[in-house]
């Protein structure tokens, strides 16, 4: 366990490293105030709005009172607990795009910081790190999965095994924009599906994601993550989207 330490932490240092070479040739400026020298600029990451504490023990959804919101009560979700760094407003919102669709390796650094300080803040036990997975179209269209862009080096920073090969996306699921709640289940239910159980079991996973809104996703991925042995999944995202259906359960 140690020496993969030392490995994951060079290994981040050297990308860091990397990255720092890449900014002095080509400046960057900041990706929500154009200011020059830095990707996304210290004063801009302190005006993420943060989720914060008074939240559904299970989801994490922002909720005035109680300890579980009412969605859970209806459908307890199979992971142990989801949390999210900041609300998915601008600037957070902008980071995860310009990662997502421009492929920012550098801006993903970034937000493993951002995560990396949240699971901290949880004091979860965990083993490893699973990123969830696009569809094989979409990775065919893009080239790659935006989750890893800052999953991967959250693992570093935490010195656990990083695995992206346990669990797959059977299929894109229909746009989930203008869903309700109960379509969003229904829509992913069947999506995916752990291609390599053996590093399952008995685990207690870090299953990572951009954006959550009704937790859909995180729930159906548990599920199959757990009916393959993994003994608890807890979920982290760089974002939290809310409903404009549930604002009154929202604060």
């Known amino acids: 366990m140690y020496k993969s330490r030392l490995i994951d932490r060079a290994a981040l240092t050297v990308q860091h490293g990397l990255w720092q070479a890449v900014d002095l040739i080509y400046p960057p400026i900041c990706i929500h105030c154009g200011k020059a020298g830095e990707r996304w600029c ?9 989720v914060g504490h008074k939240v559904c023990s299970k989801c994490g959804k922002r909720f005035l009172q109680g300890k579980l ?13 989801l949390r999210s760094y900041g609300l998915y407003r601008d600037p957070l919102r902008k980071a995860i795009l310009q990662a997502k669709y421009h492929r920012d390796l550098a801006l993903g650094e970034i937000l493993s910081d951002l995560l990396h300080q949240l699971v901290i803040e949880q004091g979860w036990e965990l083993d490893r790190v699973i990123p969830v997975p696009i569809s094989p179209s979409r990775m065919s269209e893009r080239g790659y999965n935006q989750v890893d862009l800052f999953a991967r080096p959250l693992a570093w920073r935490l010195g656990l ?13 229909t746009s989930q924009v203008k869903l309700t709640a109960e379509s969003r289940r229904v829509n992913v239910a069947q999506a995916f599906r752990v291609i390599w159980p053996d590093p399952l079991r008995h685990a207690h996973i870090l299953l ?9 996703t995180a729930d159906v991925c548990s599920g199959v993550l757990l009916e393959a042995g993994a003994d608890q999944v807890y979920v982290a995202t760089l974002a939290r989207s809310l409903l404009r259906r549930s604002i009154q359960e929202v604060i």
Do not use: F, K
């Not at 990083?162 to 699921?173: G, P, W």
């Open 161 to 173: 095994p990083y695995q992206d090969r346990v669990l797959s996306r059977i299929h894109e699921e």
């Open 208 to 216: 990572v994601d951009d954006v959550a809104t009704t937790g859909s």
């Open 69 to 81: 919101c009412r969605d859970c009560q209806l459908h307890p979700p199979g992971y142990t607990a």
């Open 42 to 50: 210290r004063d801009c990451r302190a005006l993420v709005e943060r």
